[in-house]
Structures are given as structure tokens and as C-alpha cells.
């Protein structure tokens, strides 16, 4: 059985969020004797490009529109990433320094569309397809409905919502980049009087997944205007929730780490980079530390964060540490915040692999006010590296995270998005870290649980099998 994984993100090529590290992983716990999983993305213009060396296995002229480009599909040439990856390369449209932009119409129709072109000329063809978010949504659409693809149509197909909240939208003006198809079907691809790509997705993917299964029922009553749509096509809808790779995400082995340990030297290791982030940041190492990494979006609760913080830094003798870029106000109003808390709060505004993961292996406690959170990979990363959760309860974090006043508990929950709830959750973190006896016990049980891809991998085999039969 082939798998193509079609997305915009693939760890460590490219990586805006948790998208990446999905696609970068799943490929390779899905492989097997029997199952070769393989991955297809945009060539961007990025580090990961110009460090590595490249081969064109496939090249072509795109028209699309009338407007005619070339495009080349390469493989990597110098390097094994676990898995085989393919990259679209259409230097005028998808060869940028960014991943998403305001206007990624054009870019993402022009690689989907070179995708189905390329999948065209194989003599194999994969036996599924795995679409990825909305970026890769029109291509269920284009298999059933383009003339062009027409012998592609027997091949199944499977979306992956990781997020419902971005859905791709273009005015109907945009149609006629699409190749040929039935106007009648152009239904099919409406929502509400525009180009709706996850629309088009979910209605015409052979399977629809979201990245946990308390996230399926959540999108059936708020799905950002798809909820209908979703409850409509519920048989054909799944919840799988989400794994991490533990080759890349594992304590005892992260280079990225200042110390390295397990469950056994804990205490010591994580000490390590709790005192190299203290030093780096200016913060105090006898204080509880609490940590942000994320996106600064609404969906996250990062709009609260600088309320937050002040209120908490202001009422407790705590340290906090945030790693994260986003809304404009918002990081403007963090950064304000170090001056005015010097030595107990600190941030960094970017993106910065290594030092997330010194922040999951040396941060007492992180923080996930999220308002919306399909799976979220940071808690599992964090419970994997023994750094307490505190997450609002919803989504992926449901599924994943109980409070320690439950039989069984490790996390710390709060119900709901409020400056109260979050601050008052963070309280109940400084109480346990009081108690280190509890807290160290439950940090052994944080990592002690298995969230690697395994089990699900093999939900994803069972979900193309049954459409294979
Ligand atoms: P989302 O995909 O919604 O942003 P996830 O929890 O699924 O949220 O995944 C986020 C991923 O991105 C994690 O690997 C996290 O460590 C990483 N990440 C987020 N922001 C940053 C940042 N500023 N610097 C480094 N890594 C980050
Ligand atoms: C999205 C979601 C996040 C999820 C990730 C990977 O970015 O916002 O919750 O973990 O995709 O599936």
C-alpha cells in the first residue's frame, strides 16, 4: 500500500506550527513491510533548502489560467529524513521565504493542481491520498470532478482537519484557475457564495479526520460556519488523535537539550535547563517557572497573556517565561511587560526550535489557555519532558490531559478562557510545587505515558484499508 501525504508543512523542512510535525512524523510509524508512506510539499525558499541538495525526478509546464509555468517535482538527494519526500518546486508562485501569506490562493491551487499532474504520469499511483488542511483541499474535489484527473477518481481519499478555523476561501472569480470541469458541480465547492476548499474537502474526501476526537464533536456545534456540513457527513468523519515522534522528541536523546536525562536522573537533568533558561533570561531558579510556546492568536488565549502575567507576577512569587510570535498588540504589550517585572518574567518574540525544547525540559509548568485546540502537541511534549500542563479543557487537550484532583490526574484543567481561571490554575501549580513529594511523583507519571505515534499510526492503516475493501 502507498500513502501520499499531500501538505504545506513537513518537519524539518518547513514548520509553522504542529502541522509539521505531524506530516514529519506519521510517515514514519505508518511504514512497514507492507506500507510505504510518503510525503509531498511546496519547495520553499528556506534554511532546509539552501543546506541540502536536491534532484528533479519529473519536470513540466503548469498552465494554469492561461498562464503557462514550469514546474519541477524533486526528492532529496543528500539526506534521510525517514521517509521519501517529494517537493513541487514552481519557482514564480511557491518559491518563498514564507510558508503562508495573506494571499496563498494562487500559490497553493498552482501546487495542488501540479501534485494531481505529476500523480497523473506515474505508473504506480498511490493507493490513498492524505490530504492535509485546507491548502490541500481541492483535490479530493479535482479527483472526482476534473476531467483531466478523471482516472484518478478510484483512488481514496482522506482529509486531515487540523485546524477548521482557516478554510481557504477565494471569490468565485478565482473558479476558472481550476481545470475543466462540470459546472453543474461548482456546488460543490461553494460555501456561502464563495470557494470554500475545506468545504469542497469534506464534502467530496473519502474519509474526514480532525487531529482528536473531543474536536470532532466540538466541530459539530462551532466549526467557524461548517458545523451543518460536518454533522451532515458525520459517518464519514473520525477523530484520531494525534501522536509525537519520539525519535525527535525524547529527553534523554534531544541535542537540542543543555542536559539530557530520564525518568530515573529527572531531577538533576531537568535542573540543567531549568538554571540555563534562568541564566539566559534573567529569572530567578528558586521560583516556580511557568512557561508559554505558541502561536500569539485568539485561539490560543494569547490576548489574555499580559494580563495574565502581570496579576500572577504581581500576586505570586513565581518566574515566567514566554516563547512566541503573533498578533502585533499583543507581543508589543508582552514585551512591555519585561522592563516592569525585570528578574521574574521574560520573553522571547520569534520562533526558535532549540529553545522550546529547553523550555519543555526546564520549565516547572506550561500554560495552554487555549479557546480552541484540535489536538495540540505542546502538552504531549511536555508531559513527555516532565513539565506540568496547566491547559484550559478542550479539544486535544481533553483528550489528553487530566487534573490532578481526579484518580489518576497529572495536569492541572481549567474550564474555561478567563484571566480568573487561568491565574487561578496557576495558583494551584505554585500550591504543588510546594509539595515537591506530589509534584515529583507526578512528574513520573507525566512521563511514563506513551504518546507516541504508535497507536494511531495504526488507526490511520485501519481507516485506508477500509476504504481499499
Ligand atoms: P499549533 O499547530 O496550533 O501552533 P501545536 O501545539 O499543535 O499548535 O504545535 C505547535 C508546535 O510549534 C510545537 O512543536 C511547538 O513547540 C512549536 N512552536 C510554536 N511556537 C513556537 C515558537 N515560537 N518557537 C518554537 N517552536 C514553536
Ligand atoms: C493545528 C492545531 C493544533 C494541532 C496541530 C497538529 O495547528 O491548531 O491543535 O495540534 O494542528 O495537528
Excluded at 150 to 177: C, D, E, M
Excluded at 234 to 254: H, Q, Y
Aim: charged share 20%; hydrophobic share 40%; with cysteine.
Amino acid at each position: 500500500m502507498e500513502i501520499l501525504h499531500i501538505s504545506a508543512e513537513c518537519y524539518p523542512i518547513a514548520k509553522v506550527g504542529g502541522l509539521a510535525d505531524v506530516v514529519g512524523a506519521l510517515p514514519k510509524y505508518q511504514s512497514n513491510s507492507t506500507i510505504s508512506s510518503q510525503v509531498i510539499m511546496p519547495l520553499y525558499n528556506n534554511k532546509f533548502t539552501k543546506e541540502n541538495t536536491f534532484e528533479t525526478v519529473y519536470e513540466t509546464k503548469l498552465t494554469i489560467g492561461g498562464k503557462v509555468s514550469i514546474y519541477r517535482i524533486l526528492t532529496l538527494k543528500n539526506k534521510d529524513i525517514g521517509f521519501n519526500i517529494f517537493f513541487v518546486d514552481i519557482p514564480e508562485l511557491l518559491f518563498n521565504d514564507f510558508v503562508y501569506s495573506n494571499d496563498d490562493t494562487d500559490r497553493f491551487l498552482a501546487f495542488q493542481i501540479a501534485v494531481l499532474d505529476w500523480i497523473m504520469t506515474l505508473n504506480e499511483k498511490p493507493t490513498i491520498v492524505h490530504c492535509h488542511d485546507h491548502h490541500t483541499g481541492l483535490i479530493p474535489f479535482m479527483m472526482t470532478q476534473c476531467k483531466k484527473f478523471k482516472i484518478l477518481r478510484s483512488i481514496p481519499t482522506v482529509l486531515t482537519i487540523h485546524n477548521a478555523q482557516y478554510q481557504g476561501w477565494f471569490s468565485h472569480n478565482k473558479v476558472s484557475l481550476i481545470p475543466e470541469f462540470n459546472i453543474e458541480s461548482v456546488g460543490v465547492i461553494d460555501w456561502d457564495g464563495s470557494v470554500n476548499p475545506l468545504a469542497a474537502a469534506i464534502k467530496c474526501a473519502w474519509k474526514v479526520t480532525t487531529v482528536s476526537p473531543s474536536y470532532m464533536e466540538e466541530l459539530k456545534l462551532n466549526a467557524n460556519g461548517l458545523e451543518h456540513l460536518l454533522s451532515h457527513e458525520s459517518a464519514k468523519c473520525v477523530g484520531v488523535l494525534n501522536g509525537i515522534d519520539a525519535e525527535v522528541w525524547n529527553p534523554e536523546t534531544d541535542n537540542y537539550l543543555v542536559g539530557n536525562y530520564s525518568v530515573s536522573n529527572v531531577q538533576s537533568g531537568r535542573k540543567m535547563n531549568k538554571k540555563w533558561l534562568c541564566k539566559e533570561f534573567n529569572l530567578d531558579f528558586e521560583k516556580p517557572l511557568f512557561a508559554f510556546i505558541g502561536r500569539l492568536v485568539g485561539e490560543k488565549g494569547a490576548d489574555l497573556l499580559p494580563e495574565v502575567f502581570k496579576y500572577a507576577l504581581e500576586k505570586e512569587k513565581i518566574s515566567i517565561l514566554l516563547l512566541g510570535s503573533g498578533h502585533d498588540e499583543v507581543e508589543e504589550q508582552l514585551n512591555d511587560l519585561i522592563d516592569a517585572f525585570s528578574g521574574s518574567y521574560n520573553a522571547f518574540i520569534g520562533y526558535d526550535e532549540r529553545l522550546s525544547h529547553i523550555i519543555y525540559g526546564g520549565a516547572d509548568f506550561l500554560l495552554m489557555p487555549s479557546r480552541v485546540e484540535p489536538c495540540g502537541l505542546n502538552q504531549m511534549y511536555a508531559l513527555k519532558y516532565g513539565s506540568v500542563p496547566i491547559v484550559r479543557s478542550i479539544g486535544g487537550l481533553k483528550d489528553t490531559i487530566i487534573d490532578i484532583n481526579e484518580e489518576e490526574g497529572f495536569g492541572i484543567c481549567h474550564d474555561e478562557v478567563t484571566v480568573h481561571e487561568i491565574t487561578n490554575a496557576m495558583e494551584r501549580g505554585v500550591a504543588l510545587y510546594q509539595d515537591q513529594s506530589k509534584f515529583r511523583k507526578i512528574r513520573k507519571k507525566m512521563m511514563g505515558i506513551d504518546h507516541s505515534w504508535n497507536a494511531s499510526a495504526l488507526e490511520y492503516i485501519d481507516i485506508y484499508k477500509s476504504l481499499k475493501n
